[in-house]
């Protein structure tokens, strides 16, 4: 099979106006189905903020993979 280059996305996933987790994915919805299906939520203000009322808002597009894993590490996601 040959390689072939795909596309990452760096990505806010905000619940509102509040950002609750970043990251690095090739495919935004699968991604975003992902994260509103994960059950989870954050406590901000001491509110829940359910993640099944959440949306994805791309950030930028990475040419490679390491320099996506590295944007998450300097931003703590």
Excluded: P
Excluded at 37 to 62: A, F, K, M, P
């Amino acid at each position: 099979m040959a390689n072939q280059t795909r596309d990452t996305y760096k990505y806010h996933f905000k619940v509102g106006n509040v950002i609750v987790h970043g990251g690095i994915t090739y495919d935004l919805n699968k991604r975003e189905n992902e994260h509103k299906n994960s059950g989870q939520y954050t406590v901000y203000n001491g509110e829940r903020l359910y993640w099944c009322y959440g949306h994805i808002v791309q950030v930028d597009e990475v040419v490679t993979r390491e320099s996506g894993l590295q944007w998450e590490r300097d931003n703590g996601f």
